[in-house]
């Protein structure tokens, strides 16, 4: 019974020690690959790295390896620095090395739910519900029609008015910032390439991002109004008219 006991515990141990060793000997394998081979540290993607997000934004997503030298990417990068607030052209897959490349200044990164600002002008975002972006259908490159409206608490009333004509919309996005894109439409229609009622839209909350292009002046306004009053957007193509009331619309013109 004794000499059954010990080689049991005899056999235990062997097999501890052998599982130990063979941890060892695969975890060491790529070093011992490695000793004579020069190489280089690059970095490399661990995780899905989507277009238009940038590696600050991405905690984890690239790990810093040991790549043989003969096998290191041309412009792989070897320091974050080389990136700085950079994002990723196109998406990038884990396995393979970060490379600048493929990272572009994030002003440069158009897609189907972008477009170009206009020379001298600036961007502002406005947080809107979808009642008030035209049902959620707006497309980055439509122009839109701006109605600002604000309460005059002193005169105990308020006026709205059609202020601004055909002002760019050059972003249209969700209300997490994510961006509608032309496979996330309904099959075999394109007509709503980069629009705001795709299939995605569930994930909205109701609320959406919409950035417009104007001068500075125009800009304060719209904010001015944003913050003390509300603003309605109307889809307005450049065939449409803009024959207004020619003034502010209140209670004493509302009817007339």
């Known amino acids: 019974m004794k000499t059954r006991l010990i080689g049991g515990i005899a056999a235990l141990l062997v097999a501890i020690i052998g599982t130990v060793l063979l941890v ?38 690239v790990v810093r390896k040991e790549v043989p030298r003969v096998a290191v990417a041309a412009g792989a990068v070897t320091d974050l620095n080389q990136v700085g607030q950079k994002v990723a052209a196109v998406d990038l897959m884990p396995g393979e090395q970060l490379l600048t490349t493929r990272m572009v200044d994030a002003d440069s990164l158009l897609g189907p739910a972008r477009v170009q600002v206009p020379t001298g002008m600036q961007e502002i975002t406005l947080k809107l519900p979808i009642e008030r ?5 707006l497309t980055a490159g439509d122009t839109v029609g701006v109605f600002l409206s604000v309460e005059d608490s002193a ?10 004509h ?17 496979h996330e439409t309904a099959a075999g229609d394109d007509s709503s390439k980069g629009a705001l009622n795709s299939k995605k839209s569930t994930s909205s909350n109701g609320t959406y991002l919409i950035t417009l292009a104007r ?26 008219s803009e024959g207004t009331s020619g003034g502010v619309v209140n209670t004493g013109r509302l009817f007339r």
């Not at 000997?25 to 238009?52: C, F, H, P």
């Not at 055909?166 to 032309?182: I, P, R, W, Y």
Request: charged residues 20%; aromatic residues 8%; negative net charge.
């Open 24 to 61: 060892n000997y695969v975890q060491n394998a790529d070093k011992r690959a490695l000793a004579d081979t020069e190489t280089e540290s690059v970095y490399v993607v661990e995780k899905t790295i989507a277009a238009g997000s940038g590696i600050d934004k991405a905690a984890g997503a």
């Open 133 to 137: 972006v035209v049902g959620g259908t």
């Open 215 to 240: 001068n500075s002046a125009d800009a304060e306004r719209i904010i001015f109004a944003t913050e003390f009053g509300s603003v309605y957007l109307s889809k307005e193509p450049a065939n449409a």
């Open 166 to 182: 055909k002002v760019l919309v050059t972003a249209a996005q969700f209300s997490n910032g994510s961006t509608a894109t032309s």
């Open 155 to 164: 005169a105990k009333s308020g006026g709205t008015q059609l202020t601004f």
